[in-house]
């Protein structure tokens, strides 16, 4: 697919040609009320990007390197907002009160530096952009007016694999490049990243770091953090470059203080990342629970053994049954591992052993042991693809498929919308108790009645020895119009309970704008005079993604 | 043992009745000429602790809390000095330029903070001090005459297990509680950290997690990094406190902050950690290579299999030689897989396989298959065993006893040091063949002629998929009195070889006062800024740990 001759669209998930048609969003509407229960009223127009208010730009491209930026309607207007409910609903209706005054496409370091003398020079705020991905307000411009201008930089243009080292397995990869980019030029080599986000089409290696984001990997290399070998940035005081190293004692980790930064430090260039073998090895496995906390006692085992599978998801019922994923009434366990390098029975055949100790009831076990990936393995993740009729792919369809549904839905009138955490095991039952309980009561007391039973489901994404990653997943009927004061609402309530409960207010969603009320309760204020003096050094005007994660 | 009762010596290694007796130093004088081939003219006697010079305390502990302090002629001169062959070699001689005024001994948090408020009015330097086992100048007051007074902040007083979470196998220890002491106090739960650098029988929790110390797991969670689950640390402006997650997004890593910091933010008080089941099942075989370039090839296809073995060393001949470890002549691998939870037989005879195929030659397997731990097992690590007569066990104990060794070396006239690194595969092979051959010429030339032929021998201490940790060690001849001065220009010769081969100054050595001016040369400028910005902030005055990682 040549995405160059294809535009995304300007508000909600994917290109423009795969808006559904008024028939597949009826079929939609039809199975809103059949499966989960919500009466939908009316399905909704979005608002076309013509009829879209923009106030006009209020800086001009130097003559000098004007073919490096866009103030374009369309840029702007894509540039304006993330992919939170909260942005999708607003992009639905036409809201795009703050988009930036030009939007800049660099296509190299050197590009970037000097993108970002002239911000300074302009005093213009300065917003990285990789996918546009974020569910937290992370690139949404909400400074506009305490800056006489905002650009935002696109990296999509530094978007190759500059180099592949198979012997260490490792690769040099530019910002820019989405998931699917990188992969198809791995590709070439036999070689792959692996790191899956929900966004993975979209989302960005330069996005993935400064976000800490979550990846394919249930265990062990959890977040992209694992797999940075070295990360180029550009300051506004020069560049910040890390060595290429296996491993290193020297001093705080570099790269692990630009890892989460979310731009507010530097723009990252590109990045030396962690690369393997295609796996040619793969068994997986629903295992079924007759509740949660079963299902997580076996997961803790499993996370504690030190087997280490490549995916350890576990559903609750609610879950389990809104994707059809397993057995009606049940929790899930889908479980997987996979190898380039030798088969990975034994492996699957004691986690199972596991599961079936806390009470679990495996499927049949799915996968290759051995053979070459074929054609069907060649495209990683596909996001469209018909789900076959097993536990494991039922449930990785309606992962990739959600965001795309999300438009639909708003289209419906139904909110949905996740939050994510994590926590320690001792800690776990009762978290997740008092979270589902005042998540239930918020959504309640915020949604509108008589139109069908709003629901609160939770899987994890990922598990660690000392505790898993609690994902919640949140739908319910809308408040035509009011969305965003209804989110409002419930986020506020459910970020509340996570933080008060001991909680982290994202296990990889990031800070961003959205969560920063509550990030700024968790983090210890020592490391914030830390950060806001490293941050002020680097960036004394305070141009580089004002607003998120921290103030000067 | 009650420690107590006992002190260490105030030089090398030890306690004061460890010291070997005048046969002993002897049999190893003469093991020095049949196995080194080094001539040794002469056995010296270290100077004893009242023949020491010693400059008065320059300031006088408050009336308030004088019971945390000494300043006590052994305390002071026992915190002069690290443990590097520097540092021996000088306090076997007697030299002690640069004593702390005096010795604090916090009881706790609030200690600290007490403790860190006097040395700010007083303007004096305040050198968190755990084992005292840095081999980098990292707890000397060389910064003596630019301050008015130097306090040590020795820990050794806060070694508690404060609290155990069995459920998410975690435990919150206080920073001054060393190897044996935490590892006696976990085992009350049936739980093991499993962390064992070289150091581990006086090195400390908040030491190696301020120097970022590398440990038993030679994949995997190879530092101490890996294992901190959250850090609570006292600062001049008030307490650092992270939350105890099993994973987190939220912002760069305040943790990965700390971690490394080697003091000059905040000084560590206490850390949950993540600890583990005692391991019932354990594997562990040697496998002889022709050469040390065959089993690295083993031993990345295994680092890159992902059967991550808790061992995984590999010997170079020379180093396999001298510890008696291997056959003669042949690079040694030792390798050794874990488990409390399940048989490892399979991934030991996977990563066997994998040897084989690279010409490894498998000597017998060790080790256990299930039963649980004996009386033998209790005591982890133990410095002094006899070895046993397998070559799993030869390396082990050489490994352990090193320390103890090098006071009798000092004795002989024989340096003996180490420095470390780590590079990407792809480049280890030239990387490795340049280092050696700048080592063995700088130490050549450092060294006296017509004694014995130095000895530069190397062992990978640590691996990972994209690049091995080379260990070199040096063994030569000893310019007598003049130790200092050989050792200093070795040291610069190897450390120019490592950085301008493109390693790390370090590993999981640290970067102290000794590595600053590769550390300096290795570390990307606005990070330097970035970290000298967060130090102002926190510490104005520049009072802790001055002259480690970076300048004010």
Same mark, same amino acid.
């Given at each position: 697919?040549? #995405?160059?001759?294809?535009?995304?669209?300007?508000?909600?998930?994917?290109?423009?040609?795969?808006?559904?048609?008024?028939?597949?969003?009826? *079929?939609?509407?039809?199975?809103?009320?059949?499966?989960?229960?919500?009466?939908?009223?009316?399905?909704?127009?979005?608002?076309?990007?013509?009829?879209?208010?923009?106030?006009?730009?209020?800086?001009?491209?130097?003559?000098?390197?004007?073919?490096?930026?866009?103030?374009?309607?369309?840029?702007?207007?894509?540039?304006?907002?993330?992919?939170?409910?909260?942005?999708?609903?607003? *992009?639905?209706?036409? +809201?795009?009160?703050?988009?930036?005054?030009?939007?800049?496409?660099?296509?190299?370091? +050197?590009?970037?530096?000097?993108?970002? &003398?002239?911000?300074?020079?302009?005093?213009?705020?300065?917003?990285?952009?990789?996918?546009?991905?974020?569910?937290?307000?992370?690139?949404?411009?909400?400074?506009?007016?305490?800056?006489?201008?905002?650009? #935002?930089?696109?990296?999509?243009?530094?978007?190759?694999?500059?180099?592949?080292?198979?012997?260490?397995?490792?690769?040099?990869?530019?910002?820019?490049?989405?998931?699917?980019?990188?992969?198809?030029?791995?590709?070439?080599?036999?070689?792959?990243?692996?790191?899956?986000?929900?966004?993975?089409?979209?989302?960005?290696?330069?996005?993935?770091?400064?976000?800490?984001?979550?990846?394919?990997?249930?265990? $062990?290399?959890?977040?992209?953090?694992?797999?940075?070998?070295?990360?180029?940035?550009?300051?506004?005081?020069?560049?910040?470059?890390?060595?290429?190293?296996?491993?290193? *004692?020297?001093?705080?980790?570099?790269?692990?203080?630009?890892?989460?930064?979310?731009?507010?430090?530097?723009?990252?260039?590109?990045?030396?990342?962690?690369?393997?073998?295609?796996?040619?090895?793969? $068994?997986?496995?629903?295992?079924?629970?007759?509740?949660?906390?079963?299902?997580?006692?076996?997961?803790?085992?499993?996370?504690?053994?030190?087997?280490?599978? &490549?995916?350890?998801?576990?559903?609750?019922?609610? +879950?389990?049954?809104?994707?059809?994923?397993?057995?009606?009434?049940?929790?899930?366990?889908?479980?997987?591992?996979?190898?380039?390098?030798?088969?990975?029975?034994?492996?699957?055949?004691?986690?199972?052993?596991?599961?079936?100790?806390?009470?679990?009831?495996?499927?049949?076990?799915?996968?290759?042991?051995?053979?070459?990936?074929?054609?069907?393995?060649?495209?990683?993740?596909?996001?469209?693809? +018909?789900?076959?009729?097993?536990?494991?792919?039922?449930?990785?369809?309606?992962?990739?498929?959600?965001?795309?549904?999300?438009?639909?839905?708003?289209?419906?009138?139904?909110?949905?919308?996740?939050?994510?955490?994590?926590?320690?095991?001792?800690?776990?039952?009762?978290?997740?108790?008092?979270?589902?309980?005042?998540?239930?009561?918020?959504?309640?007391?915020?949604?509108?009645?008589?139109?069908?039973?709003?629901?609160?489901?939770?899987?994890?994404?990922?598990?660690?020895?000392? *505790?898993?990653?609690?994902?919640?997943?949140?739908?319910?009927?809308?408040?035509?119009?009011?969305?965003?004061?209804?989110?409002?609402?419930?986020?506020?309530?459910?970020?509340?309970?996570?933080?008060?409960?001991?909680?982290?207010?994202?296990?990889?969603?990031?800070?961003?704008?959205?969560?920063?009320?509550?990030?700024?309760?968790?983090?210890?204020?020592?490391?914030?005079?830390?950060?806001?003096?490293?941050?002020?050094?680097?960036?004394?005007?305070?141009?580089?993604?004002?607003?998120?994660?921290?103030?000067?």
């Amino acid at each position: 697919v040549a #995405t160059a001759t294809r535009r995304r669209k300007h508000w909600g998930w994917g290109f423009e040609d795969q808006q559904p048609s008024r028939e597949q969003v009826g *079929g939609i509407a039809r199975a809103v009320t059949d499966r989960l229960g919500f009466a939908v009223d009316e399905v909704e127009e979005p608002v076309p990007l013509d009829a879209v208010e923009l106030p006009e730009p209020r800086l001009k491209p130097p003559k000098r390197f004007a073919e490096l930026f866009s103030a374009d309607r369309y840029d702007r207007v894509a540039h304006s907002l993330g992919k939170a409910y909260r942005d999708v609903v607003r *992009g639905f209706r036409g +809201e795009f009160p703050n988009p930036p005054d030009l939007v800049a496409y660099p296509e190299s370091p +050197e590009d970037l530096d000097v993108l970002l &003398s002239f911000c300074a020079d302009e005093g213009a705020a300065a917003i990285p952009y990789g996918g546009g991905t974020s569910v937290v307000g992370g690139v949404e411009p909400r400074m506009r007016d305490r800056y006489p201008a905002v650009v #935002t930089l696109d990296l999509g243009r530094m978007d190759r694999v500059l180099e592949v080292d198979p012997i260490s397995r490792a690769a040099r990869i530019q910002a820019g490049a989405t998931g699917p980019r990188l992969e198809e030029q791995l590709r070439e080599h036999g070689l792959t990243l692996r790191h899956f986000p929900q966004s993975f089409e979209y989302s960005t290696l330069g996005g993935w770091i400064a976000t800490r984001a979550g990846g394919h990997f249930a265990t $062990l290399d959890t977040h992209i953090d694992d797999l940075v070998e070295s990360i180029r940035a550009v300051t506004l005081e020069g560049e910040w470059e890390s060595r290429r190293l296996p491993g290193s *004692g020297a001093g705080p980790s570099p790269d692990r203080m630009l890892i989460g930064s979310e731009g507010i430090l530097a723009v990252i260039a590109e990045a030396w990342v962690r690369v393997r073998e295609r796996p040619g090895f793969k $068994l997986s496995v629903g295992v079924a629970f007759d509740d949660f906390a079963a299902g997580a006692e076996a997961v803790r085992e499993i996370a504690q053994s030190g087997l280490n599978p &490549s995916n350890c998801r576990l559903l609750d019922a609610l +879950e389990s049954d809104t994707t059809s994923a397993g057995p009606p009434g049940k929790a899930l366990l889908v479980l997987g591992f996979e190898s380039a390098h030798h088969p990975v029975d034994e492996p699957m055949s004691i986690a199972m052993g596991a599961a079936r100790a806390h009470g679990g009831e495996p499927g049949e076990i799915k996968g290759r042991a051995g053979e070459q990936p074929g054609p069907a393995e060649r495209r990683e993740a596909p996001p469209a693809a +018909e789900p076959g009729d097993d536990p494991v792919d039922a449930w990785r369809h309606a992962f990739l498929f959600a965001p795309y549904l999300r438009d639909s839905l708003v289209a419906c009138g139904v909110l949905s919308d996740t939050f994510e955490t994590a926590i320690t095991w001792d800690r776990f039952p009762d978290f997740h108790a008092e979270v589902m309980e005042l998540a239930e009561r918020a959504v309640a007391a915020a949604s509108p009645t008589g139109r069908g039973k709003p629901r609160v489901s939770c899987r994890f994404t990922h598990v660690y020895p000392d *505790g898993p990653a609690p994902y919640y997943t949140v739908l319910a009927p809308a408040w035509r119009g009011d969305e965003v004061a209804q989110w409002d609402e419930i986020k506020a309530a459910v970020s509340d309970a996570v933080i008060d409960a001991g909680g982290t207010i994202t296990h990889h969603h990031a800070v961003g704008r959205d969560h920063r009320r509550w990030y700024d309760r968790q983090r210890p204020d020592p490391f914030a005079d830390a950060l806001r003096a490293a941050k002020r050094d680097l960036d004394p005007q305070g141009i580089l993604n004002p607003g998120v994660l921290i103030d000067p």
